[in-house]
């Protein structure tokens, strides 16, 4: 009877989904272990400004214009479909608002770290991997230098710092893309769809904004640092490490996101 159980697609695609949870712990508490590691290690002033830097300017400037890019776009089409309905229904003074609201609550945010995972992530990831499959963290370590510390710093404090710079911008855009868009469609005034922002749109949401941005710079960047780091096998070990590094980040960050959600704002 077991052999039978074991044969059917119920008992492969359970096994297979205890087998993605249980990769999701593993790689969450080894980032959490890297994580406690790099905090520890802050006092000791491991990297040097000039790093500190050139991953800032990678990972702000880099990733910008596609982020810009995507939240423009996704803004666009959320104000095309949004405007022309409410004011035909004689509630065009709600436009504003809600595209605002939208764009600096979820999606400024959750596009930004999508864009960012896969531009600056996925290439923190491969980097790290294939630094440790050709033995150079070894190296590092050789040289009594916590390859944690010295790797890890700059690109941690480069994500948390630059996430946030990196979001103002893409909400900022993505409003003014839905003012744009609102106008084209449904005819909506300008100064209709800015006074909606301004009375709709408080502080809270652009706190609560900022915190998202800060936590997700800090988690993609450790998450991702930490499956490089944890790459073996070779060229293929960097594939899958970097291909890990993408999806959980991902996984990560929406998880973030709902507890986000649920914590401010229900």
């Given at each position: 009877?077991?052999?039978?159980?074991?044969?059917?697609?119920?008992?492969?695609?359970?096994?297979?989904?205890?087998?993605?949870?249980?990769?999701?712990?593993?790689?969450?508490?080894?980032?959490?272990?890297?994580?406690?590691?790099?905090?520890?290690?802050?006092?000791?002033?491991?990297?040097?400004?000039?790093?500190?830097?050139?991953?800032?300017?990678?990972?702000?400037?880099?990733?910008?214009?596609?982020?810009?890019?995507?939240?423009?776009?996704?803004?666009?089409?959320?104000?095309?479909?949004?405007?022309?309905?409410?004011?035909?229904?004689?509630?065009?003074?709600?436009?504003?608002?809600?595209?605002?609201?939208?764009?600096?609550?979820?999606?400024?945010?959750?596009?930004?770290?999508?864009?960012?995972?896969?531009?600056?992530?996925?290439?923190?990831?491969?980097?790290l991997a294939t630094m440790k499959v050709t033995e150079q963290v070894d190296a590092i370590r050789v040289l009594k230098v916590n390859p944690v510390h010295y790797l890890f710093t700059p690109r941690v404090i480069a994500?948390?710092?630059?996430?946030?710079?990196?979001?103002?911008?893409?909400?900022?855009?993505?409003?003014?893309?839905?003012?744009?868009?609102?106008?084209?469609?449904?005819?909506?005034?300008?100064?209709?769809?800015?006074?909606?922002?301004?009375?709709?749109?408080?502080?809270?949401?652009?706190?609560?904004?900022?915190?998202?941005?800060?936590?997700?710079?800090?988690?993609?960047?450790?998450?991702?640092?930490?499956?490089?780091?944890?790459?073996?096998?070779?060229?293929?070990?960097?594939?899958?490490?970097?291909?890990?590094?993408?999806?959980?980040?991902?996984?990560?960050?929406?998880?973030?996101?709902?507890?986000?959600?649920?914590?401010?704002?229900?």
């Amino acid at each position: 009877m077991r052999i039978y159980y074991k044969a059917t697609y119920t008992y492969k695609i359970f096994k297979a989904l205890l087998a993605v949870i249980g990769e999701l712990i593993s790689t969450l508490g080894t980032t959490v272990m890297y994580g406690v590691e790099l905090i520890k290690g802050l006092k000791e002033k491991p990297t040097s400004l000039k790093e500190i830097i050139f991953q800032s300017a990678r990972f702000g400037v880099s990733s910008l214009p596609i982020t810009l890019s995507i939240v423009g776009m996704t803004t666009i089409i959320v104000a095309m479909q949004v405007a022309g309905e409410m004011v035909k229904q004689g509630a065009g003074n709600y436009v504003g608002m809600l595209v605002a609201i939208l764009t600096v609550r979820e999606e400024s945010v959750i596009m930004a770290g999508f864009a960012i995972i896969s531009m600056i992530g996925s290439s923190m990831a491969s980097e790290l991997a294939t630094m440790k499959v050709t033995e150079q963290v070894d190296a590092i370590r050789v040289l009594k230098v916590n390859p944690v510390h010295y790797l890890f710093t700059p690109r941690v404090i480069a994500g948390t710092v630059m996430m946030p710079f990196v979001v103002i911008l893409a909400s900022f855009f993505g409003i003014l893309c839905g003012a744009v868009a609102s106008n084209v469609v449904s005819g909506l005034t300008f100064k209709a769809y800015f006074d909606s922002v301004w009375f709709g749109l408080n502080m809270r949401d652009i706190r609560v904004c900022i915190m998202k941005a800060v936590t997700f710079g800090f988690v993609i960047t450790l998450n991702c640092c930490s499956c490089g780091m944890n790459a073996k096998d070779g060229a293929k070990g960097v594939g899958i490490a970097t291909t890990k590094a993408v999806v959980w980040s991902f996984v990560v960050m929406v998880i973030l996101d709902m507890i986000f959600a649920a914590a401010c704002f229900y």
